[in-house]
């Protein structure tokens, strides 16, 4: 069995009832919106298994932003860090950077839009999705709730290959108010540069986020990794790992505090794309026998309150929402809800201050195990694109 990893956003649109630095990449802005919504969703679930896509928020907001006006469009741009004249032609260049056929890994970014019959969209809006986003438009009646859901769920199950079979609930269409649906979904297949073999994986104990041990199918090889180790601002220091796909663009890092009595929810704030750039100059190559738990985590989440704590809220509000440059109609979103998926195996995923090692020949490579409660970030290393996140608190 293949490794995959995969995800889907949702956003629905409802008719109204009456700055960044020169140096990162659109990639990474968009992914640090992302992580930190990520951030704020482990931090009330400390204890729990969470999978998201930052780059899935970022898109489902990029999908958005052609449409919207005044302050609400500037609350979108602030939150992605994107120049007010628009970004799209750099996501155009990113979109494709991703889903590239160089990559070896299997990147699949589908988006959509599911307009109500009889609601008419701005074309610039239409254009500006369609050339950026690859965006496809299917008209639907939300006026049978069940029949739309239906629909929207087909897409959702074949633009990611079946592993997320369903996104939308019926009772989340009003089926006279609702006006346009707008999906994102991402799914991401790689395999391991170096797999792990099947007869080397074996029930081992994994502390869990609640303090009890389990047993768990825990994977292991010897091959050389980048490892090394970094600390937060409060020297809290944490050890942090690259596992390369076999394309090389792709790579999942893992990371986990260096003392076992430190919990992964006090490594985790200071989490940023810059973060990961700075593991990438740091970490070295060595040899050594690295054991991992086999592990899948589901996740759906409401992105509501979080998007609303990071300053982007006009969008939910009924007066406030400007979405002038999508509609003549007046409208706000009445939801933004994301599910993602993740499976990890030994053949890889469906859906990798620094410390000086000296090597002797003789020696027998170091043993790291990871045990504990662990962070996973799979990027796309040539845009700085953080495509998943997620916290593993019991595989």
């Known amino acids: 069995m293949f ?3 995969h995800m889907c956003v949702l956003m629905v649109v409802c008719s ?5 630095s020169q140096s990162s990449s659109y990639g990474e802005r968009g992914s640090d919106l992302g992580l930190q919504v990520f951030l704020r969703v482990v931090q009330d679930k400390p204890q729990e298994n969470v999978v998201m896509s930052p780059h899935g928020v970022a898109s489902i907001l990029g999908m958005l932003l052609p449409g919207a006006h005044g302050d609400t469009r500037r609350q979108l741009l602030t939150g992605l860090k994107y120049k007010k004249t628009g970004p799209y032609k750099m996501l155009r260049k990113l979109h494709k950077a991703l889903t590239t056929k160089s990559n070896a890994d299997i990147v699949t970014i589908a988006n959509a839009l599911f307009p109500n019959e009889g609601f008419s969209m701005k074309e610039d809006f239409l254009t500006a999705n369609k050339e950026n986003f690859m965006c496809e438009s299917q008209t639907i009646d939300y006026s049978d709730p069940e029949k739309a859901a239906e629909t929207i769920n087909e897409w959702v199950k074949n633009s990611t290959k079946g592993h997320i079979p369903s996104l939308v609930k019926a009772d989340m269409f009003d089926p006279t108010l609702t006006r346009l649906v707008a999906v994102n979904s991402i799914y991401f297949k790689g395999l391991w540069k170096f797999r792990f073999q099947a007869q080397n994986t074996k029930p081992r104990s994994f502390t869990a986020g609640d303090g009890k041990t389990y047993k768990v199918p825990m994977m292991s090889q010897l091959a050389v990794f980048n490892i090394g180790q970094a600390s937060t601002p409060d020297n809290l220091k944490y050890t942090v790992m690259e596992l390369p796909y076999h394309g090389n663009s792709m790579s999942m890092f893992i990371a986990l505090p260096s003392e076992e009595a430190t919990p992964l929810s006090a490594i985790l704030p200071h989490i940023s794309t810059a ?3 700075n593991w990438t100059k740091q970490l070295v190559q060595r040899r050594m026998r690295l054991q991992m738990p086999k592990f899948t985590a589901e996740e759906e989440v409401d992105l509501e309150a979080p998007l609303r704590a990071m300053g982007i809220k006009d969008i ?5 929402a ?8 007046s409208v706000y979103v009445s939801k933004a809800l994301q599910k993602a998926k993740i ?13 000086t090692a000296i090597l002797h020949a003789r020696s ?3 043993w790291v195990t990871v045990d504990r409660p662990f962070l996973f970030l799979i990027r796309h290393n040539p845009t700085g694109t953080i495509l998943f996140a997620g916290q593993i608190n019991k595989p």
């Open 275 to 277: 973060t990961v750039q």
């Open 322 to 329: 400007d979405f002038r440059h999508l509609s003549v109609e």
């Open 343 to 355: 499976e990890v195996n030994e053949d890889g995923t469906k859906a990798s201050a620094a410390t």
């Open 3 to 5: 490794v995959v990893l």
């Open 16 to 20: 109204l009832s009456v700055s960044a």
């Open 316 to 320: 939910f509000s009924q007066t406030k």
């Open 364 to 366: 027998s490579p170091p």
